[in-house]
């Protein structure tokens, strides 16, 4: 009996402490578990803290769109490490950069949220008839948050992708659309600082490169010709009698002729060639990887075409028409270098106007 009553105490205590032990182990792995999403939270916090710190350096500085975009994904992806990042760029800048697999995505990707400005939060496309299609590319979810630019206007899109079979949770959703928001910052300030580029090497009359630019570009152009070995031709054109015409006719006119001149001179070029304002009524053309007979070819073209045009008032010049003369030396063949080359073309100007103007006159003098 005393045996009977050893043993069923024995028992007896035998199960409250297996139950303590269970009950202490289950405690323990939910402690463990909160210490670990504690753990998840602050790694989180601090890539995201580190991502801003990234992207605020980015900030204010003289990069192009393109660079900026790609520095601001390589941020993004310490946060999904495992996952493909798109961002997608609408409207004048439309661009694209991607981080990890490119899934080739359609632009109807975008466009509930580019009609929307919602972000969207997908586990299961599959279930969607409008997403069937990424679960066809293997995308088990994903997320979606807007960029908000200047006005509150969409300038894009943050898309993260996965096929991890990864449950976004709205965190994650959180967590992108706190980051969207120095994104659409810092985009809007390289978008600036284009704009500012841009009017700074453009000549504010005709939208021409100024001769700043110009000058700049001569030079480089010049270097790789001699470390590439290929030539570039130069032309200086000059409107004949401007001077007449813009007393005769009055200076809206005068700047009317300028605007028009620029922009006959630019849609008569090729990609690679650049046209820009020298100065007063004078343009400049460079010519890349172009000999001289080819350059003057174009030029003699361009002269036609001016020559042929009926402008406002040309009746009243010296011959009856608003013409254009052109100057064109050639490097190496003419010169050895930007200067010399500028000096030669504008001689060959000058021919051009000593031999009664409406002509294009190639340098004669070679080294």
Do not use: W
């Not at 006959?264 to 020298?278: E, F, M, N, P």
């Not at 080359?341 to 294009?360: C, E, F, P, S, T």
């Amino acid at each position: 009996m005393v045996l009977d009553l050893i043993i069923s105490f024995v028992l007896i205590v035998s199960i409250i402490g297996h139950i303590l032990f269970n009950t202490k182990i289950n405690l323990l792995t939910k402690e463990i578990e909160r210490q670990r999403l504690m753990i998840n939270d602050y790694a989180m916090e601090s890539a995201l803290f580190v991502a801003i710190v990234e992207m605020m350096e980015i900030f204010g500085k003289d990069i192009s769109i393109e660079e900026t975009l790609q520095r601001v994904t390589q941020s993004i992806s310490n946060f999904f490490k495992n996952e493909t990042i798109i961002v997608q760029l609408f409207g004048e800048h439309f661009f694209q950069e991607i981080k990890g697999e490119n899934l080739n995505l359609p632009e109807e990707t975008f466009e509930e949220i580019a009609t929307n400005q919602y972000p969207i939060l997908i586990n299961n496309p599959g279930s969607f008839p409008k997403y069937r299609f990424l679960e066809e590319k293997g995308i088990s979810s994903f997320i979606l948050a807007p960029l908000v630019g200047k006005r509150n206007q969409l300038a894009g899109v943050i898309g993260i992708f996965s096929k991890d079979k990864r449950n976004f949770t709205q965190r994650d959703l959180s967590l992108l659309r706190m980051i969207s928001i120095p994104i659409s910052l810092i985009l809007e300030n390289a978008e600036l600082m284009a704009q500012t580029k841009v009017l700074s090497i453009t000549d504010p009359l005709t939208h021409l490169y100024n001769r700043r630019h110009f000058i700049d570009y001569l030079n480089k152009i010049i270097k790789q010709a001699k470390e590439k070995n290929f030539s570039v031709s130069l032309a200086i054109c000059d409107i004949d009698y401007f001077k007449h015409y813009n007393d005769t006719n009055g200076h809206l006119a005068g700047d009317r002729v300028l605007r028009d001149m620029a922009g006959i001179l630019h849609q008569s070029v090729k990609g690679a060639d650049i046209v820009a304002r020298y100065g007063g009524e004078e343009f400049v053309i460079v010519f890349p990887e172009t000999d001289k007979n080819t350059a003057y070819r174009i030029c003699e073209n361009i002269r036609k075409k001016i020559s042929e045009i009926k402008f406002p008032g040309e009746e009243n010049q010296p011959e009856k028409d608003l013409t254009i003369s052109f100057g064109i030396a050639c490097f190496p063949e003419d010169a050895q270098g930007p200067e010399e080359l500028i000096k030669k073309a504008d001689d060959a100007l000058y021919q051009a106007k000593k031999l009664g103007r409406n002509r294009v006159v190639m340098t004669v003098n070679q080294l």
